[in-house]
């Protein structure tokens, strides 16, 4: 009966170390933050056709099942976004996003809100650079977890979400090369 009782605080032990080190890890240098660059063999204008019109947004960006904008088409214009997130059990999940600057066919950044559930909050700014023809987007993401758990798990979402990013990146550039 002993052997039981140490093997459940062994177990209790693991599980408490392994929730502080997460936790701890939530507050390193870099922590919700994501940035990807790509260039792509298309000028900014074609490619920010791909960033803007919702039928396009909806080819590149995974797990998209609809696009839904209103408001003027610049700062203070809106776009929920619908994802299947096959890692909620292809949960629907409602990602708000509101223009708040914008540089056509430079520069555009959203606030970003999500549902409680999802405990997320933050911006994506998209920066796309001419290269004579060519351009160079840069994204860069800096997300705050609300809800506890999400907070918890951030060492685990944030590259998560860094590898969709770099994947969802990758489809912009060959759909937008072969446009």
Do not use: C
Request: hydrophobic share 45%.
């Amino acid at each position: 009966m002993k052997w039981l009782k140490y093997g459940a605080i062994t177990f209790a032990g693991i599980i408490a170390i392994a929730v502080i080190v997460l936790h701890l890890m939530s507050y390193r240098a870099g922590a919700g933050k994501t940035t990807a660059i790509i260039e792509i063999n298309r000028p900014p204008a074609a490619v920010w056709a791909w960033l803007e019109e919702k039928d396009k947004f909806k080819q590149w960006v995974s797990w998209t099942v609809d696009v839904q904008d209103s408001g003027p088409n610049g700062v203070g214009g809106k776009r929920r976004t619908t994802m299947k997130d096959p890692n909620m059990d292809n949960q629907l999940v409602q990602i708000d996003a509101v223009t708040t600057e914008l540089v056509l066919h430079k520069h555009i950044k959203v606030a970003i809100t999500t549902p409680m559930e999802m405990g997320f909050v933050g911006t994506v700014a998209y920066d796309l650079e001419d290269l004579g023809g060519r351009t160079r987007l840069k994204v860069d993401g800096d997300f705050k977890y609300t809800h506890w758990f999400a907070s918890l798990l951030e060492p685990i979402i944030t590259p998560s979400a860094q590898a969709k990013e770099d994947a969802d990146l990758a489809t912009l550039k060959r759909l937008a090369e072969a446009s």
